[in-house]
């Protein structure tokens, strides 16, 4: 567990990294290039799992064993993550100013669209909620709730790959025969 909460440490640095580079591109880390990262949790968990199963000495540990092992890797990353977005979002607005420009952007090409007649008003109050929730708090949490759900996911995927198979009875093997 130690190895997971180290490697969830690790990768939660890479990914802000990864967040700082898309940033310093020029494109919200917050918008539609934010998924390109999505590599990241996903070779945390692999490595998570796999060094526990490594270090069991078995080839196989139970469901709950590597749930649990992914689910500790992937909270660490996330919270670490987060945590390093909201000390950057509090100290350097203009990434959230980077998000809301975009964001406004495809708002107001989806309302010039075949959906113009039905979201003009809409638009507004979608602009305006924007920019109302756009805290660094609110963007730092949505990051943590974003990579929570997805690592569950994750939790239950790594949790049937390296599970233990189910021994079967003898019984069962003389009925195939």
Request: charged letters at 15%.
């Amino acid at each position: 567990m130690r190895k997971a909460f180290n490697l969830g440490l690790f990768f939660g640095l890479i990914h802000f990294v990864f967040f700082i580079f898309l940033y310093l591109l020029g494109v919200s880390p917050f918008w539609k290039f934010r998924y390109l990262g999505f590599w990241i949790p996903i070779l945390s968990a692999g490595i998570a799992v796999w060094h526990g199963r490594e270090s069991s000495g078995y080839e196989a540990f139970p469901f709950s064993k590597a749930f649990a092992i992914v689910f500790l890797s992937i909270f660490i990353l996330a919270s670490t993550k987060a945590m390093l977005i909201y000390i950057t979002l509090t100290f350097h607005a203009k990434i959230i100013q980077l998000h809301i420009r975009e964001a406004s952007q495809d708002i107001q090409l989806i309302a010039q669209g075949p959906y113009k007649n039905s979201l003009p008003e809409s638009a507004e109050k979608i602009m305006d909620l924007l920019v109302n929730e756009s805290t660094p708090l609110n963007l730092a949490m949505n990051e943590l709730q974003q990579h929570i759900m997805g690592g569950l996911i994750l939790c239950f995927i790594f949790g049937l790959i390296f599970k233990k198979p189910s021994v079967s009875s003898p019984v069962q093997d003389n009925e195939k025969t």
